[in-house]
């Protein structure tokens, strides 16, 4: 049998952890944002991505991308799937070698 008190233990858990995570909202954003940003990948060459030492799976994904740029749906399908792709990874690190690239030159703005 269940005591009152495990209840309301429980309950304050639930709380906590919803209190925790980020709205729907900020989960949306990011989410686009790491689809832009991957968005972005798909427009640099093969030695610019291998410098990037992205994960196998994100590298391929963005050559696929690459490869399929004369059909419009399956363009769109592939972005949706590096974003995907994209929100399993840490953005920050990326963010900032790109950032540097293109501060030196070597990424248009």
């Known amino acids: 049998m269940r005591r009152p008190s495990d ?5 304050d858990a639930e709380a906590l952890e919803t209190e925790l995570r980020p709205s729907k909202s900020a989960r949306k954003r990011a989410a686009l944002a790491a689809q832009k940003l991957g968005e972005e990948l798909t427009c640099l060459k093969a030695t610019e991505l291998e410098a990037l030492h ?3 799976e994100l590298r391929e994904a963005i050559l696929e991308a690459q490869r399929i740029r004369s059909s419009r ?3 769109a399908r592939q972005r949706q799937y590096i974003g995907k792709l994209m929100r399993e990874i840490e953005l920050e690190p990326l963010e900032r070698a790109l950032a ?10």
């Open 73 to 75: 749906g399956g363009l």
């Open 54 to 56: 992205l994960p196998d």
């Open 7 to 11: 209840d309301r233990e429980e309950h």
């Open 100 to 109: 540097m690239r293109r501060k030196s030159g070597v990424l248009p703005s």
